[in-house]
């Protein structure tokens, strides 16, 4: 066969790109506050990428317990960035919390390995261990031990807590009992099905409420126990 004398190949190198995060720095968050972190994707390559690309994001808690996000971003033509942002809620994720990054291009690309991102221990979400306020008042009034009430009062009582993101929109752990003034009488619980009890779930504007009225209470000593937690257990 005749030598060859000169031999050349014409391709177009794939698109390439690379994930890097805005910030690599560890935040604490109260439970309930709402998570973000924001990540760039560089078209590094003189190519375009022709198609979508998905950044999939998944958070771990130091239980195990995992939450995936996914973004879909248009596709990145040569030397350009785009921004995207994965955003998850804290509830329930107490503790350490590591998250993945990837992004995925649906064409070859030379290299994956630099799509990824891997923040071990990026969040800690604080519990709320603040206790909530018991307000208890008769016909509208505060009283002390001992005081005089009417025999059919209004009894409301308000439960005010801090946590202005997760509100108590139920009766559980909350606990109404009343001792009537006889020698051998225990504290009896009110029931929430009882005619004259009535419940108000917590909101933004307002604290949960819960209105008692007791008919015809008998001439003595009565004694009114509450014990209540907010929707974070305390």
Same mark, same amino acid.
């Given at each position: 066969p005749p030598p060859v004398n000169s031999w050349s190949v014409s391709y177009t190198a794939p698109a390439e790109g690379i994930l890097l995060p805005v910030s690599s720095e560890a935040v604490q968050l109260n439970e309930g506050e709402l998570f973000e972190? !924001? *990540?760039? #994707?560089?078209?590094?390559?003189? @190519?375009? #990428?022709?198609? !979508?690309? #998905? /950044?999939?994001?998944?958070? @771990?808690?130091?239980?195990?317990g995992f939450e995936e996000d996914t973004v879909l971003f248009a596709p990145v033509i040569a030397n350009d @960035?785009?921004? %995207?942002?994965? +955003? %998850?809620? +804290?509830?329930?994720?107490? $503790? /350490?919390?590591s998250l993945f990054v990837r992004v995925q291009a649906q064409e070859p690309e030379q290299l994956r390995i630099n799509n990824v991102i891997n923040q071990r221990?990026?969040?800690?979400v604080l519990a709320d261990q603040v206790n909530p306020l018991?307000? =208890?008042t008769f016909d509208g009034r505060f009283i002390l031990s001992g005081d005089i009430v009417s025999p059919s009062p209004t009894i409301e009582i308000k439960m005010r807590d801090d946590n202005t993101i997760r509100f108590?929109?139920? +009766?559980? $752990?909350?606990?109404? !009992?009343?001792?009537?003034? &006889?020698?051998? &009488?225990? %504290?009896?619980?009110v029931s929430f099905t009882e005619? $004259? =009890?009535? #419940? !108000?779930?917590a909101s933004e504007d307002a604290p949960l409420q819960v209105t *008692?009225?007791?008919?015809?209470l008998n001439d003595g000593l009565h004694t009114?126990?509450?014990?209540?937690?907010?929707a974070s257990g305390n």
């Open positions: 972190r !924001s *990540y760039n #994707f560089l078209n590094i390559s003189t @190519t375009n #990428f022709e198609d !979508s690309l #998905f /950044a999939i994001s998944r958070i @771990t808690n130091s239980d195990g @960035t785009v921004g %995207f942002v994965s +955003t %998850f809620g +804290t509830l329930d994720r107490v $503790g /350490a919390n221990d990026i969040l800690e018991l307000e =208890v108590k929109e139920d +009766t559980l $752990g909350i606990n109404i !009992s009343l001792k009537r003034p &006889c020698e051998n &009488c225990d %504290f009896e619980r005619p $004259g =009890v009535s #419940f !108000s779930e *008692y009225e007791p008919e015809l009114l126990r509450v014990q209540a937690e907010d």
